[in-house]
């Protein structure tokens, strides 16, 4: 029940934040739109700088969550690829969705979300550089090296308008480049956030299979 209790709390947190950001968003706020007291707010978290650092640990938790299930995935490397940086795009793509507010969450030089931010990237490079060691990449780049540029490719797409359009060519490009392979024939199976049914192994003396555009769409659910 107390986990409960603390989701709706940081609902009611994230709702405040759409509305008015962290620094207007007062405790009576997020008890007003929870419809209870503010001791009663108090009896979750310490405070408001507590809530909006538990309601940014808990969405880019979500988002690790994904990247990690898309890096197991019994499916073709570059698949598994895609979906990890899949997972940091759209957490950024759905927080922008929802309000110029909700971005702030994602402010790796906030006071508040710093450590948070800093630390959600860490672990997407130590999934990405796993990967590209068990793929092998070009003598050229190193494992970590791939990863770092995967990862800079996608805050890059962060700021254009047509970033889910353009995901699929741009890592399609990217991981031909990085896995050394000529792009073959996309599998009938792709890695989805709901959990789609895994794809086929690929061995790494085989080619890196790429999907076209209509594929690598689920990895990117509309908003």
Known sequence: MGADRLDEVLDAAYDCLTRYGVRRTTMDDIASTMGVSRSAVYQYVRNKDDAFRRLAERQHAQALGRARRAAAEDSPLAERVRGVLAAKLDLV????????????????????????????????????????????????????????????????????????????????????????SPVSVCTSRVTTPGGAPPGSATHPARPATLCPPQATAAFLPRP
């Open 93 to 180: 793509l759905r927080l922008a969705g929802d309000s110029p507010h909700s971005a702030e969450l994602l402010d790796a030089k906030a006071r508040l979300f710093a450590d948070i931010c800093h630390a959600f990237t860490a672990d997407l490079r130590r999934l990405l550089t796993g990967l590209f060691t068990e793929a092998g990449t070009p003598a050229a780049v190193e494992p970590a090296e791939a990863a770092d540029i995967c990862i800079a490719l996608v805050v890059g797409l962060e700021s254009v308008p047509d970033a889910r359009q353009l995901f699929t060519p741009a890592t399609d490009a990217l991981l031909a480049g990085l896995l050394g």
